[in-house]
């Protein structure tokens, strides 16, 4: 089956433009226009729509999208088994972020230690777009978290629980606080705090509302390490996984809360075509759960 219509069209869908994919893919505007004018007469539908600033996929676009990408993810690692005359694909990992920046690479660190060699990548994201990469193929495990919105019950994947993480505050090193027991989320009901997604936004406003206080978050980040700058300069506090206090850079520090915040951390995988060393990789993350009091997002 040739499936260089199906690859256009999805990189048409990724970048919103027949031009942009046109220059992304080598060919001219027309054979990009051409193409997709194909898969549209195969299919009996129309798949894309024109609109000012480019096109983007009808509803029926957007199923077909979601089913071809799994297509070519699939084709891509079949070429790549045989070119490559590997005995199994690379392993595809995922995790949030900070997870991704400690646990999860160690969990690897000691797979590869007891295994035979084993390419591999991991991807940080957040757990919703991790989720959505499983299930098209592109990731062979996902770590992550039930924070709001939490989990999708999605028979499509299995999930493994491997732990709960404690949520800590992150503070200046300089701050009153630093090096003090656990303190009640009252005590900092004067700060400003400054977060970087939906989900720790929410766990905090509602640890504080179960309080009586409110959490003044005047401050927004793009990603944890955005987030924990702010919190070293000094222009506010922030709630952070207690999976991440390993890697926080050495201008910072935390203060446990009491009755603090909590996520659960899974593992995720599909259900179908599992990689032969995602199993094993569970296990050590399961391993490293067990060494610890607290995890992520």
């Known amino acids: 089956m040739d499936l260089t219509a199906w690859r256009t069209f999805v990189t048409v869908c990724r970048l919103g433009s027949l031009s942009a994919a046109a220059a992304d893919l080598g060919y001219t505007q027309s054979a990009v226009s051409r193409q997709i004018a194909g898969l549209e007469r195969q299919l009996g539908a129309e798949l894309v729509r024109r609109h000012v600033r480019g096109v983007r996929p009808t509803p029926a676009g957007e199923v077909f999208r979601h089913h071809a ?12 088994a045989v070119r490559d005359g590997a005995p199994s694909r690379p392993l595809a990992v995922g995790a949030t972020p900070s997870l991704a920046a400690g646990i999860v690479p160690a969990a690897i660190r000691r797979l590869l230690d007891g295994a035979a060699p084993l390419r ?3 991807s940080p994201g957040l757990s919703a777009r991790l989720h959505e990469r499983v299930v098209a193929g592109e990731l062979d495990v996902a770590v992550v978290t039930d924070a709001p919105p939490g989990l999708p019950d999605d028979p499509r994947v299995e999930r493994r629980f491997l732990g709960m993480d404690e ?3 992150v503070l200046p090193a300089d701050h009153p606080l630093a090096g003090h027991g656990p303190v009640r989320v009252e005590t900092l009901a004067d700060e400003t705090w400054v977060e970087d997604n939906d ?4 766990l905090l406003r509602q640890h504080a509302a179960r309080a009586g ?3 003044r978050v005047d401050l927004a980040a793009a990603d944890l390490p955005g987030k924990t700058a702010l919190v070293a300069t000094g222009h506010a506090i922030a709630l952070i996984p207690g999976a991440l206090r390993g890697a926080l850079r050495a201008d910072v520090t935390t203060v446990a809360l009491i009755d603090p915040p909590t996520r659960g951390v899974y593992a995720i995988t599909p259900r179908q075509d599992r990689h032969p060393s995602a199993t094993p990789l569970l296990d050590q993350l399961a391993a490293a759960f067990d060494t610890r009091h607290g995890t992520e997002e």
């Open 69 to 80: 990408l799994r297509t070519l993810n699939e084709a891509d690692r079949a070429v790549r």
């Open 199 to 202: 989900g720790s936004a929410a």
């Open 167 to 169: 949520m800590v505050v």
């Open 120 to 122: 591999w990548s991991l």
């Open 213 to 215: 206080v409110t959490a």
